[in-house]
């Protein structure tokens, strides 16, 4: 609001000031009464009028507030601060395309404003309208001939272009008619920013234009090309690869290393280059240049010999090394192994020899390991003790104490160490170690963490502790042995050495997100809240590993938790929409014409983020789970949500996984890590299991919705995503049935294959484990029931005997698969065994599957009481008029939905014991009698806490879960016909 008030100009000023500044402090309810005095005082103050519309839009009056501003709008204001305002009212109701209209009709009244027309520009351009942008933007070059106005103009051209379905609409008339524009500013020589010039080049570019860019670029325009550095070799890089002009990229890449040996970017072209040449035999030419950018290395040897002088010039200096040319060494052997070996790769040296040069030369530097890691597989198996023990000589280690271990005494040499650790996982040599082994370099590992403490006696509570990695590698093998042996102290132990590191180094966003994955992975989700908000994770983070924390929330029974967590992630979404659009019109603004597709493509790939649809979806369900009463609110829980079971508003086909699986630092050995193969599948599972939410989400709908259903018989005209049949009636219900057994069909061939992902990969999706409880399929079957009902509505309760069996069986089915379900979450959740503690987190999945089905049965049966009411009574009436008729037995399908209340209410009874049982076992167990073998007094603490964390966050999950079966065990009552 502030800023709204720098363009208050008129007399009105001192009147309204007031006003904004009530806004401003969030003081709503005072704006308003403020608005209302001078409104009584000055009823054509319009300003006044949109302030009184902004606090009721704050304070939840939406629709008094869009009527209040209806009412300005449609007086065409053009005084700044009733337009101003607007336009702040509109962007918070989420309505930019209203404030086009505003600035439309300011325009005609007052065509020679340069501010409203900009204004126009930038409201076209926040709900993309790019031809009427492109129009906008000559009108205002018209008035006032400036330069950026003429650029806005050719900007929107290309960004037709870009949003084009047609390509060859691009091609033949967005850009050519933009390249046109612009040429008419070169000839006239106008070009003055260098905004324009790289705006020239993007359109070159995108037509296949090579060679006329690269004229543009090398000519003087291309001397504008100042804010970048390198920003003219760069493209011409580029523009030489697209027109495979390999002799010219070569010399141009031999040419910018020789200034700058270090900069690694150019490096790929330099060898992309040579083995062009090589495959298509090129020779320099006997006279004259090679090109015209210079000197060409066309063989290996030549290329190996520049390399080696890189090397052998920087080590004859005093100034820092650089890692460059060591690199491109192994790097260069590396591609020449991929092409089936060269005689030349002698004259690069042993992969092993040039390794352990580099880590004499870098290996203090913490770089070193992640430079290193990418090229060991160019080491041979039988190489690998040998080369780590080559290492291990390389580092300075104090003398030996009483335990035979040696410690660095300075950071440098931790940091050396620390390298060798870290190579050796790599390697694989810990994975092969035997259970006795893995447990005496935990040992190893933790001494050397807490004797690396003292380095970083003095750092500030953000900073991270030199010898962290050590602290996380101990985690990483006590996990290893928890896989390996089912021995459950190893993951206490795991959590514990975590914790401990925390402790220490608390900003440490692996230790925290190793111990997020480790809760999980023990079904205790509480902890993890606290853990994943002191992530801080910003801005696009909450798309890309906002899934490690609402994949477990809601299958944990944590549903409180969890429908914060998805809410928290929506609102990033939503707000993502708004911001983008910021981010574009102050790129227009500044000339930063290259980044205005970059938002574009951002706001695309957050639109359709396969995370967003989750998060939506599973929010949905777990509002109708927690609010909707099974009776009363399940229509208007659905209509608040403007929920239509007709829409399907999910982007599969361009659905995008914008998760980062690599979040997490893993030194595990290539065949360990996570496969190419494992991501797509994964993508499979999550979008199938997607598929089955968003197909519930959208039958529950489909019941809730007033109009009902049509009968089964009346329904063969619908098709299947739900479209109105030749009667107009609505038949999402049928089509969305057969679409979801489909779904349940490929999820079952999916679950076949039972895929599994290494620990630090993606989380297994909720899928298998649905389908082995049974869950879905009693989900799906309650569902088709209110098919078979509206079938017996249409028939009636007198002439469908065969129908009711059939529904009455319906009804006994599944209430024997809800009891399965409960039988299959039966069982200690916690329970201690031999001196150990154990935990069976699939218990607890189970039961929340339970929960899950039988809110989904219940509203079910709320849909079949509504259609039994009415024929119950309608036959009562038709026997009381056949006097004769004495027979007063109650319809088959009566009794049998009496039976199946009757039995609903039994099993949530025994649903309801169970988790009090379970509760009143796990309050009950002693954790203060258990020993972790081997492990100090404080190691114990730590582990102890951890348990303590696991234990509480079971009980907070079964109290959640027991709270929601009372409460729709109360709904049950009002199930009666």
């Known amino acids: 609001m502030a800023a709204a008030r720098g363009h208050v100009q008129d007399p009105n000023d001192r009147r309204l000031r007031p006003i904004y500044d009530y806004l401003d402090n969030g003081n709503n309810k005072m704006a308003i009464q403020q608005a209302d005095k001078l409104l009584k005082k000055h009823k054509d103050l319009h300003c006044a009028k949109v302030l009184k519309a902004i606090g009721l839009q704050r304070t939840g009056k939406q629709d008094e507030a869009f009527t209040l501003a209806q009412e300005v709008t449609a007086l065409e204001p053009t005084d700044d601060n009733s337009l101003q305002a607007l336009t702040i009212l509109y962007r918070e109701m989420h309505r930019p395309e209203l404030v086009t209209k505003l600035y439309e009709a300011a325009v005609k009244k007052v065509p020679l404003s340069e501010e409203y027309h900009s204004h126009l520009f930038m409201a076209y351009a926040r709900v993309g309208e790019y031809k009427k942008m492109q129009q906008a933007g000559m009108a205002l070059y018209k008035i006032v001939p400036k330069n950026p106005y003429y650029f806005w103009s050719v900007m929107s051209l290309v960004m037709q272009a870009i949003s084009a379905q047609d390509e060859k609409l691009s091609q033949t008339m967005f850009l050519p008619l933009a390249e046109r524009m612009v040429e008419k500013m070169v000839k006239e020589e106008k070009i003055e920013a260098e905004a324009e010039v790289q705006l020239y080049y993007m359109i070159l570019e995108r037509l296949g234009k090579c060679v006329e860019a690269l004229d543009v670029i090398r000519g003087p325009l291309g001397e504008k090309l100042t804010s970048e550095l390198q920003s003219r070799e760069t493209k011409c890089m580029s523009l030489y690869r697209r027109l495979q002009r390999w002799p010219e990229c070569n010399s141009l890449a031999h040419k910018l290393l020789l200034k700058n040996p270090d900069d690694w970017q150019f490096y790929p072209s330099y060898f992309d280059s040579l083995f062009h040449l090589i495959d298509q035999s090129w020779s320099p030419p006997e006279d004259g240049e090679h090109c015209p950018e210079g000197p060409v290395h066309h063989t290996v040897a030549e290329v190996a010999s520049f390399v080696e002088e890189r090397i052998l010039g920087e ?53 070193c390991i992640t430079d290193l890691k990418i090229y060991l597989h160019l080491l041979f198996p039988e190489q690998h003790v040998t080369f780590v023990n080559r290492l291990g000589e390389a580092v300075p280690l104090g003398p030996q ?33 035997p259970p006795g082994g893995k447990l005496r370099l935990i040992a190893e590992l933790k001494a050397h963490y807490r004797h690396g403490l003292q380095f970083g006696s003095d750092a500030l509570q953000t900073e991270l502790q030199f010898s962290d990695m050590y602290c996380l590698m101990a985690a990483h093998v006590y996990i290893d042995l928890w896989k390996e042996t089912g021995d459950d102290n190893m993951v206490w132990q795991s959590l514990g050495v975590l914790q401990e590191g925390l402790a220490s180094s ?33 801005h696009v983070q909450h798309d890309t590993i906002g899934f490690l924390l609402t994949r477990y929330a809601g299958s944990l029974g944590q549903f409180a938790a969890a429908s914060q967590s998805c809410n928290f992630s929506l609102r990033f979404f939503h707000s993502n929409q708004k911001d983008i659009s910021e981010y574009i019109i102050q790129a227009y603004k500044y000339g930063a014409f290259e980044k205005i597709p970059e938002f574009i493509a951002l706001r695309n790939r957050l639109n359709q983020s396969l995370h967003f649809a989750q998060v939506r979806t599973e929010g949905m369900l777990l509002d109708l789970f927690l609010e909707a009463d099974i009776v009363l609110s399940l229509e ?30 893993c030194w595990d050995p290539k065949d360990r890590q996570l496969t190419e193969e494992h991501r797509r599948r994964s993508l ?40 109105a049949n030749d009667n107009g009636t609505p038949s999402a219900l ?24 290494p620990l630090l990969g993606p989380p297994a999706t909720r899928l298998a484990s649905a389908l ?50 409960l039988n299959k979450g039966e069982g200690d959740l916690l329970e201690m065994k ?131 079966l009372k409460k729709r065990a109360e709904t049950i009552k009002n199930l009666k016909i």
């Open 734 to 757: 049928a089509g969305l049935l057969a679409q979801l057994q489909r779904a349940l069909q490929t999820a079952a061939r999916m679950a076949e294959k039972c895929t599994q992902y």
């Open 506 to 538: 608390s900003s440490n966003a692996q230790f925290k997100l190793l111990t997020l994955l480790v809760y999980c992975h023990l079904g205790a989700f509480e902890p993890v809240v606290e853990l994943y908000s002191s992530l801080d994770a910003k």
């Open 834 to 964: 031999g001196g150990k503690l154990k935990t069976r987190p699939s218990l607890l999945e189970n039961l929340i599957f339970f929960v899950e089905t039988v809110c989904i049965v219940l509203w079910t049966a709320s849909h079949c009481a509504k259609i039994l009411r009415p024929l119950k009574t309608s036959l009562q009436k038709k026997k009381k008029k056949k006097k004769k008729d004495v027979n007063t037995a109650l319809p088959a399908v009566v009794c049998g939905f009496q039976e199946l209340t009757g039995s609903l209410q039994d099993l949530l009874t025994q649903a309801v014991e169970h988790i009090r049982g379970q509760e009143t076992g796990i309050t009950a167990l002693q954790l203060a009698g258990l020993s972790l073998e081997g492990n100090s007094q404080d190691e114990e603490s730590f582990a102890k806490a951890a348990m303590d964390k696991v234990q509480s966050s079971y009980l907070r999950s079964l109290q959640e879960a027991g709270d929601l």
């Open 315 to 367: 080590d004859g200096k005093d100034s820092r090394s650089l890692r460059g040319p060591y690199l491109a060494r192994l790097e260069l052997i590396h591609r020449l192994r991929e092409r089936g070996g060269c005689p030349e790769e002698k004259l690069l040296g042993d992969p092993l020899e040039l390794m352990v040069q580099f880590f004499v030369k870098f290996g203090d530097k913490p770089c």
């Open 401 to 433: 104490g009483d335990d035979g271990l040696a410690f660095p005494e300075d950071t440098r040499a931790l940091q050396r160490h620390l390298c060798v650790c870290q190579l050796t996982r790599a390697l694989g040599l810990h994975h092969a170690l």
């Open 772 to 821: 082995s409880s049974g869950s879905c399929q009693c989900q799906a079957a309650a569902l088709q029931l209110s098919v078979h009902l509206q079938d017996l509505e249409s028939a009636g309760l007198d002439e469908s005997s065969e129908l009711q069996t059939q529904i009455c069986n319906g009804f006994q089915s599944l209430v024997v698969q809800l009891r399965e379900i």
């Open 684 to 723: 499979e599972e999550e979008t199938v299991w997607l598929r089955l939410r968003s197909l519930t989400l959208r039958l529950l709908a489909a019941l809730a919705s007033p109009g009902r259903a049509p009968s089964r018989q009346n329904s063969d005209t619908a098709n299947e995503n739900g479209v």
């Open 636 to 665: 208007e829980s659905v209509k608040a949500m403007s929920l239509s079971p007709e829409e399907d508003d999910i982007l599969w086909d361009t659905m995008r996984d914008n998760r980062d699986l690599t979040v997490f630092t």
